[in-house]
């Protein structure tokens, strides 16, 4: 059961890259914790996005035109320490890149060709755990965050482009930037779990607070903007909140050499907000618009000898059916994935894949919201490899 138990874990070497547009990555794990003694783990994932669309028409622009492939590649290191204090007082550092954005609309759009999103994190959690008996158990901690971004708002959904001559134009936020740079925040941890070790049952509920950011940002205006005030950028600042989110990770045992395991997730994106000052001010709009994401994950672990484990598992996030945001375009996804666990000795080597199937997606500009691309058919490969040490 022991073995069966790492297979749970390759699911973040495997992040999900679709939680709400693929800002979510990391999925936020701490079950390096409940490994047993000492243990040391480095992993690395890959995802290979494929999101494209076709625009809607657009004043006397027919539609159909092709967005390009709007979703980069990305990689997602890691690396975690788990330390045995006592029988009952453990300790855990995590490293994660828990959000990020890679968003770039070719110029073959004109609705939003140039629109582009570039945001960066990583972070480190420092977490406490506490057993009073073999059943129930406390855990804890801070997490620092490292963020920075870049948006981009371009294209003729934002408007037409500065003519002095056009009053219509003075209005247009198109060629709108936003550079946001690095800043440093913290947060808290707090959980609590429950586990039967004679059948390998464990769950586990961890809350994760929001972690405040105030970025020196420098703001590039649109054409009709900078002509009235005279500037071309503004240095200013944005407050942005990373979203709290709580996750509820479990497993058990249900037949010799079978273990079944799942985890749900939320995120409260639906109070996160970048609005830098001088464009949006402090409390009006903002570059984005998200609705809380709650994921689910549910698989089954078998123990082939005393060397090998596999594993298969679903992962499901439901679609709003809203109108998206274009820095974000799918909405959902269902997933599949495989693991397997290579254990010699003190050494364990995790790996896996997963294909996620995204959810169709209708990006909108504009007050009132007007629909400006159709994204459908679109998908997602995400591989993982986890090497862990116990010592």
């Not at 929001?210 to 590039?220: A, I, L, M, S, W």
Request: proline content about 5%.
């Amino acid at each position: 059961m022991k073995q069966l138990t790492a297979l749970c874990g390759v699911l973040a070497a495997m992040a999900g890259t679709a939680q709400a547009g693929g800002i979510d990555r990391s999925g936020q794990p701490i079950g390096i914790l409940f490994e047993k003694g000492n243990y040391v783990e480095l992993s690395y994932g890959r995802i290979n996005p494929s999101v494209s669309g076709v625009d809607r028409a657009i004043g006397p622009i027919p539609a159909g035109s092709p967005s390009g492939e709007v979703a980069g590649d990305h990689n997602l290191p890691g690396l975690a320490l788990k330390y045995q204090f006592s029988d009952q007082l453990s300790a855990a550092v995590i490293y994660d890149q828990a959000y990020g954005a890679d968003i770039l609309y070719a110029p073959t759009s004109p609705a939003l060709g140039g629109t582009y999103a570039d945001v960066e994190s990583a972070g480190l959690t420092a977490l406490l755990r506490y057993q009073f008996n073999e059943n129930f158990s406390v855990h804890g901690g801070l997490r620092a965050s490292k963020a920075s971004g870049k948006v981009g708002l371009k294209g003729l959904a934002y408007g037409l482009p500065f003519d002095p001559a056009n009053p219509d134009s003075y209005r247009s936020v198109n060629g709108y930037e936003a550079d946001l740079a690095e800043d440093w925040g913290t947060g808290y941890v707090l959980g609590v779990a429950y586990e039967k070790p004679e059948i390998a049952m464990r769950v586990a509920l961890t809350y994760f607070s929001k972690v405040r950011h105030k970025f020196d940002t420098v703001e590039t205006l649109p054409g009709g903007a900078a002509a009235q005030l005279g500037v071309a950028t503004i240095d200013t600042f944005t407050n942005v909140d990373t979203p709290q989110a709580v996750n509820l990770d479990f497993q058990t045992g249900v037949a010799k050499d079978t273990l079944v395991f799942g985890s749900i997730r939320w995120v409260d994106w639906s109070d996160f907000r970048i609005a830098p000052d001088a464009f949006f001010g402090p409390t009006v709009g903002s570059l984005t618009d998200l609705e809380d994401t709650t994921t689910y994950t549910l698989g089954v672990g078998r123990k082939f000898n005393e060397n090998w484990s596999g594993s298969a598992f679903l992962t499901y996030e439901p679609g709003t059916g809203k109108l998206v945001s274009p820095l974000a375009p799918t909405d959902g996804y269902r997933g599949i994935g495989l693991a397997a666990v290579y254990t010699q000795g003190n050494m364990k080597v995790t790996t896996g894949i997963r294909y996620l199937k995204l959810g169709n997606a209708t990006p909108e500009t504009g007050t009132p919201d007007t629909e400006r691309a159709d994204f459908t058919g679109n998908s997602a490969v995400a591989v993982g490899v986890k090497v862990g040490f116990t010592f």
